[in-house]
């Protein structure tokens, strides 16, 4: 990842299409964070995201995680096309 794909992420995430000062106020203002700190925590993040089905319940989830432990996840729900 690099620091323009971070932009476009907060970019989509404030509904803010405004130039770097202006997007880093509205991510601040929201979030609590500049986007130097997010662009840090991102990249640490990345690299433990994950989806996997449980072989018990079959159900779906994604998350972050090691190769064989969830630190944190949630149950994806699918929806049918026209749903």
Request: aromatic share 10%; with cysteine.
């Amino acid at each position: 990842m690099n620091y323009l794909d971070l932009e476009e992420l907060a970019q989509y995430l404030t509904g803010c299409e405004e130039e770097e000062e202006e997007l880093d106020e509205a991510f601040h203002k929201k979030y609590g964070i500049d986007l130097d700190t997010a662009f840090k925590l991102v990249n640490d993040l990345l690299p433990l995201c994950n989806t996997g089905q449980s072989p018990l319940t079959e159900k779906w989830y994604r998350g972050f995680g090691t190769s064989d432990t969830w630190l944190i996840k949630q149950e994806v729900i699918l929806k049918r096309k026209g749903s």
